[in-house]
């Protein structure tokens, strides 16, 4: 049997969970399974604590003074602050994302709140608003004997603090928590008016907090990512696409100039914002701006698709040749890319126009940053958001397209009655990913790039030409490297993506509920942990296996839909490497917010 440290009734001090404060408590028992003690603190809260939470009162200085004690009771500021923000609800825009960038307009966000929290005395306290920092299940090594209860004004705060503490906490399931989040909303909608009349302010960034290495990082993506896409195709046309084989032979830049091409993109490009402007499918709230205000979207992006393969299907009917966008590629890359640029330069010059209220929290005031990152946060014209609808439509249904133009060139180049199974796998496996993102389109509304970042030339590019050029880069490789699967290794890979869409969608699914409505009863068995910012997450279910199961999942999906181009050259892979890049970029923003 496990030996315990700490016996029954003896006075030693406890962590208080998630911060790095100890107070006194008394050890009413312990779990020998669970290893965990059982505390009562001075106030009549019990917790269950893990031995390295509890530490002997010999183990601690005695603080002297005690007037700039950080005790809970002595950050009631914060505690308010928290208790205006129903946990798991995602704050105004602005507030929500990881940017370094996004500091300024943080603090101003924050600022607002404690403005509106004033107003909204007396408060039922909640605890640990913004006093817990983190919780990693680790104890933490600063270790100070803030003494709790000095008067009875604190010890009443303690009290409070500590009788909604264990389901704040989570170490047990959430059905208090969604009672108090109740309660919670009611006020919610009260704030959510009083931010209203706040007026945005745009503080300009310094420039150590800029994202993507500041001025110098954005210059060089900027002109360096167009740049590697053409060297990444032109290599992929070579016959020997080694890596000992670079540079590629460049073509003159004329030769990747067509015009005719360019129209047959812009006509792409108008047949989806039809589609879009369709009044069908049902329309919905996104999160909310920084002013209160939450924009309507239409989810129609299913829909679009569906239209969409009736319209390639009837094209393919009346034998139009799809070969065209095959052997025009490069061209289509470069209208792409110039159309990106024109659309880059139109959101720049009007968001110059635009209220600072309507800017995005990642804008600096530096105008090459700024063109780069985006200023304006929900550029529309009239109700068409332009950059919701370029996030899913055109690039992503574009890359289903330019696979299947991609499989048809196989069957036409490689003389083959049937695709090749490897191509169908990849067909297959990015049809998948597409559909699930249309079908769950309104869980884009959830994502940094809509709530945080500006429209500007990096979702431009990235939505516009580095999705449909680069995303279907495999099925482009199969075309002119064929490589046969057997059915065992197919079903293997079959398995493999099928592993990484559970854990993807299932995560997703889960934070998406979570996000939209914390009180779901469906979520009542998970465990949550309150965060500095106010937010709870999710410790248990997807999020309880690992830190961002999401990503754990799209990066298995991304293997598996290179492994079909088999192992002869690196470059199907590189998918796989850039992938991991943005999601370790993506996931230490998400971390540093
Ligand atoms: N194929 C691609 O190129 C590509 C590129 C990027 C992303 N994606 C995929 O798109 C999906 C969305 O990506 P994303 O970058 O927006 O990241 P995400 O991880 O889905 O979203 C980040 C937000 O999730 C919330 N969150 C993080 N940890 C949480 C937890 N433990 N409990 C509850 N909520 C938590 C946080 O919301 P709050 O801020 O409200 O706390 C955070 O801001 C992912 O599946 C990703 O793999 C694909
Ligand atoms: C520097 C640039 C080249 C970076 C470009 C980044 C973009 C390619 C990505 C940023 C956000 C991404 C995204 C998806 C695709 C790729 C991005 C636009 C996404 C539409 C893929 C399908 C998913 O299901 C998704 C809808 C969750 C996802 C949203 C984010």
Redesign the pocket.
């Known amino acids: 049997m496990p030996s315990r440290k700490f016996a029954d009734g003896e006075v030693v001090r406890g962590r208080w969970p998630g911060s790095s404060l100890y107070y006194e408590v008394e050890i009413l028992s312990h779990d020998s399974t669970s290893q965990l003690y059982t505390v009562k603190y001075k106030d009549g809260t019990e917790l269950e604590l893990k031995e390295n939470d509890i530490k002997p009162l010999t183990s601690f200085r005695q603080r002297k003074g005690g007037s700039t004690s950080s005790s809970p009771s002595r950050r009631r500021g914060s505690r308010s602050r928290s208790r205006s923000r129903s946990p ?1 609800r ?2 105004p825009k602005g507030a ?3 940017a370094s960038a996004s500091v300024s307009h943080q603090a101003d966000i924050k600022e607002a709140r404690r403005e509106v929290e004033v107003k909204l005395t007396p408060l039922v306290l909640k605890p640990f608003g913004n006093s817990i920092s983190r919780y990693n299940g680790e104890p933490e090594h600063i270790e100070r004997n803030d003494v709790p209860h000095k008067n009875t004004q604190e010890k009443f705060n303690l009290s409070q603090e500590s009788s909604y503490i264990s389901t704040q906490y989570s170490v047990h399931p959430r059905r208090e928590e969604i009672r108090l989040k109740e309660v919670d909303s009611k006020e919610e909608k009260f704030v959510t008016k009083e931010l209203a009349v706040r007026t945005f302010e745009v503080t300009p960034i310094r420039a150590k907090d800029l994202e993507f290495g500041g001025v110098p990082g954005v210059f060089l993506i900027m002109f360096g990512l167009p740049v590697f896409l053409f060297l990444l195709l032109l290599m992929c046309k070579q016959k020997d696409p080694s890596l000992l084989n670079f540079p590629p032979p460049l073509p003159a830049l004329y030769e990747l100039w067509e015009t005719r091409v360019f129209g047959v993109y812009l006509l792409w490009f108008l047949i989806q914002a039809l589609f879009y402007l369709l009044p069908i499918g049902k329309v919905v709230e996104g999160t909310p701006l920084i002013d209160g205000r939450r924009l309507k979207y239409r989810l129609n992006g299913f829909y679009a698709f569906i239209l969409t393969s009736a319209v390639v299907g009837t094209c393919l009917f009346q034998g139009v040749e799809f070969h065209y966008v095959y052997r025009h590629f490069l061209q289509f890359a470069l209208a792409a890319t110039v159309f990106c640029v024109v659309l880059s330069v139109y959101l720049h010059m009007r968001s110059l126009k635009a209220p600072r209220k309507d800017l995005s929290p990642a804008s600096s005031g530096n105008a090459f940053y700024d063109f780069f990152i985006g200023r304006e946060l929900n550029p529309r014209i009239g109700t068409f958001d332009l950059k919701y609808f370029c996030e899913l439509r055109p690039g992503l249904i574009g890359w289903v397209l330019i696979n299947l133009v991609m499989l048809l060139a196989e069957m036409e180049i490689q003389s083959r009655a049937v695709p090749s199974l490897a191509m169908i796998l990849v067909n297959s496996f990015q049809l998948l ?1 597409v559909v699930d993102a249309l079908w769950n389109e309104e ?1 884009v509304l ?4 809509i709530i945080h970042d500006g429209f500007g030339f990096m979702l431009a590019f990235g939505d516009l030409v580095w ?1 449909p050029f680069i ?1 279907s880069f495999q099925a482009f490789y199969l075309v002119s490297h064929p490589n046969e699967v057997s059915w065992p290794m197919a079903s293997l890979m079959i398995i493999l993506k099928l592993c990484g869409y559970v854990i ?1 969608r299932g ?2 699914s889960q ?1 998406n509920a ?2 939209k409505n914390p009180s779901d009863p469906k979520l009542a068995h998970l465990k ?1 942990i309150h965060t500095s ?1 106010g ?5 248990s279910g997807w ?1 309880g296996f690992v ?2 199961p ?2 754990l ?2 990066l298995i999906m991304a293997l598996a839909w290179s492994l079909p181009c088999g192992f002869n050259h690196i470059l199907p892979y590189f998918y796989v490497v850039y ?1 991991t890049m ?2 370790v970029h ?1 996931e230490a923003r ?1 971390e540093y ?1």
């Open positions: 798991g995602r704050p929500h994302r990881s990913y869980a959830t994502t940094m790039d999705v995303y993807f995560a997703n934070k979570f996000r949550t910012t937010k709870n997450l999710l410790v999020w830190r961002h999401n990503y999942g799209d992938f943005l999601l993506r998400d917010q």
